[in-house]
């Protein structure tokens, strides 16, 4: 697996940081085999992260935004995602979606920022890839933290992916990060 540049690798993250003047948090890139578990189980697959965290969570998870931006047909966005019932925060996560890769109305329910988009790509029957460029561990920043509602003296475990169309063009760049 080839890793993406450092300044790539928390992207679209820093598309998102930069208009709000915040700096990336550091982070060090990490091969899979060496993540520790639970987080490898987690992260070091092919599959979508909403199915995965809600099999290993044995619960519904639901989206919490927490900032937004479009461009054209480039739609940012950053959210935890959270189980039902209780809202415990089971990821961080910052996502580029291309549009018009993506048809109606799935396109406006991840306008809406109501549902994960692995949930919604799952329900519309879109195919689509999940492919990880890279593995990394960061401590995150005081939004990243707050999001998870966590301290900072943790080590947090992430991946950056890219759900792609079955020609292999990106319909979404993401960067997935677990709480402690």
Same mark, same amino acid.
């Given at each position: ?100 890769? &993506? $048809?109606?109305?799935? @396109? ?6 109501? #549902?994960?988009?692995?949930? +919604?790509?799952? /329900?519309? =029957? &879109? $195919?689509?890839?999940? @492919? ?6 960061? #401590?995150?920043?005081?939004? +990243?933290?707050? /999001?998870? =509602? &966590? ?22 760049? &993401? ?6």
């Amino acid at each position: 697996m080839e890793s993406p540049a450092p300044s790539d690798l928390l992207q679209p993250l820093g598309n998102l940081y930069r208009p709000a003047g915040l700096s990336l948090p550091a982070t060090e890139v990490l091969d899979g085999a060496s993540i520790p578990e639970p987080y490898r189980t987690l992260l070091v697959h092919t599959r979508d992260m909403t199915r995965t965290l809600e099999s290993h969570h044995s619960g519904t998870i639901h989206l919490r935004l927490l900032s937004t931006s479009l461009e054209g047909n480039r739609y940012r966005r950053t959210v935890a995602l959270q189980l039902d019932g209780n809202g415990r925060p089971v990821e961080f996560g910052a996502t580029e979606a291309f549009l018009d890769r &993506i $048809p109606e109305p799935w @396109r406006g329910q991840i306008v809406e920022g109501r #549902r994960p988009l692995g949930g +919604i790509l799952n /329900a519309s =029957g &879109i $195919p689509y890839q999940s @492919r990880p460029s890279a593995y990394f561990r960061t #401590r995150g920043d005081a939004f +990243i933290r707050s /999001a998870l =509602g &966590i301290g900072d003296e943790a080590w947090l475990f992430g991946r950056r992916n890219t759900l792609s169309d079955p020609e292999g063009r990106p319909l979404a760049e &993401i960067v997935e990060i677990l709480p402690p």
